[in-house]
Structures are given as structure tokens and as C-alpha cells.
């Protein structure tokens, strides 16, 4: 398995709180992707990461904010958390110089109650 | 853009079966595809690739797809599924060059009974 860590794995929040969720890789990828996955929706695509301090929005990013300071780490925030983000989310990891497909860790479910 | 429709949300088997998962892909540039196994509460997994060549691919756990380029599909297909082959699966595609996202269809819910 790719060395990607995702922490925490489970967590119940309240709305309106602040969360952040941490991905941890030791692949020194290039890039990084958060998703999140839900019922009949597969997984869309929140942010992701090219580079150190280099990030893009994606087709869900609307109340997220991403940051990545190294290579190994990028961090998934929730501002004010809402029950319409209770979801799975995954990290995944690519770099396209040695591999065309991306690897994924195993996900954090995030109840917001 | 792209998109990635998976035809089927459920497909129910008996064990022993063959099955064909399918997926239709739109792109406006030329696309890598992929599909991946998501067993219960784990992560995804890949299951084979198509980049070029031979459209026909082979990948774990005795699946196969092929890419055809004229109906922008890549259905996958197993002669005979175990039971152990009960989990989610997801068609993605690629743009090329790679590095970009992965854009996923919703997935189909492969069941398998004995």
C-alpha cells in the first residue's frame, strides 16, 4: 500500500465548528487531491495540490479551504462545519512522472450533527 | 471537460456468475481510464488501467475491460465472480498528460450471492 496516512479517521463535530482533517504521505508525491464520497454521488473532487503552497479548487470547494506547507502533508479545512458536509473523505496521492493512476488512503468519516 | 456515467448503480449476482460493469466516458481531449475496487469501509483500489495499445486489459483479481473508442466505453467484465467480490466499483478517467484529477462516475454496487 502507498504511504498515505489519513488522520482522523472517524470524528463527530458540531455545526458550526471548525475542522481540519490532515493527510500524511511518505511517497513524496507531487500531487495531492482531497475528495469526499457520498451516497450516488461516487467522489467529487474538493481541492487538490501540484505543489508546495500550490493548490486548485475543484467541483466541490465551496465551504473548504486546503493548505500544504510541505510536500508530505496536506491539510483539509472545514471553517464552520455543516451537516451537509457529513461525508467520507479521502486523500489521494499521484505523480505523474512514474505512475498515471493515483493512490488513495483509507478515508475519514465526518459526522457534523 | 469530462464525465464518466456508470450505467448501472446495482447489479445483483450469483456466485459463479459472469457480470459486466459498464461504463461511458465523454472527453474532449484523449483520456487515460481506470477502474477501481472500493471493498467495505476501506479505501480504493485499482483494478486495471487502460493508457494505449491493446484495448483489451487485464487486471486483479481476474478482471478484464475494454476500451472502445468508437462508443467512448470501458465496461469490465469478469467470467466468474466469487463472492469475495462483493464491493463498490468506480470508471474513472484521466486527461492526458496525467496530473490533473481523477473524474469518477458514481459508482456501481456489485453484489454477489451464493
Known amino acids: 500500500d502507498a504511504g498515505i496516512t489519513q488522520s482522523p479517521r472517524h470524528k463527530v463535530t458540531e455545526t458550526g465548528t471548525p475542522v481540519t482533517l490532515r493527510c500524511h504521505q511518505t511517497?513524496?508525491?507531487?500531487?495531492m487531491y482531497w475528495y469526499r464520497q457520498d451516497p450516488g454521488h461516487g467522489l467529487r473532487l474538493i481541492h487538490y495540490?501540484?505543489?508546495?503552497?500550490?493548490?486548485d479548487k475543484g467541483e466541490v470547494s465551496d465551504g473548504y479551504s486546503v493548505s500544504r506547507s510541505k510536500t508530505e502533508d496536506f491539510l483539509l479545512t472545514l471553517e464552520s462545519a455543516t451537516s451537509s458536509q457529513t461525508s467520507v473523505y479521502f486523500c489521494?496521492?499521484?505523480?505523474?512522472?512514474?505512475?498515471?493512476?493515483?493512490?488513495f488512503g483509507q478515508g475519514t468519516r465526518l459526522t457534523v450533527v | 471537460a469530462q464525465s464518466v456515467t456508470q450505467l448501472d448503480s446495482q447489479v445483483p449476482v450469483f456466485e459463479e456468475a459472469p457480470v459486466e460493469l459498464r461504463c461511458n466516458y465523454s472527453s474532449s481531449v484523449s483520456v487515460y481510464l481506470f477502474w477501481y475496487v472500493q471493498y467495505p469501509n476501506q479505501g480504493l483500489q485499482l483494478l486495471l488501467k487502460?493508457?494505449?495499445?491493446?484495448?483489451l486489459v487485464k487486471g486483479i483479481n481476474g478482471f478484464e475491460a475494454e476500451f472502445n473508442k468508437s462508443q467512448t466505453s470501458f465496461h469490465l467484465r469478469k467470467p466468474s465472480v466469487h463472492i469475495s467480490d462483493t464491493a463498490e466499483y468506480f470508471c474513472a478517467v484521466s486527461p492526458i498528460p496525467a496530473g490533473t484529477a481523477l473524474i469518477f462516475g458514481k459508482g456501481t454496487t456489485l453484489s454477489v450471492s451464493s
Open positions: 489521494a496521492i499521484s505523480e505523474p512522472v512514474m505512475f498515471t493512476e493515483a493512490f
Open positions: 487502460y493508457l494505449s495499445g491493446s484495448t
Open positions: 495540490s501540484y505543489g508546495v503552497k500550490d493548490t
Open positions: 511517497e513524496n508525491h507531487r500531487y
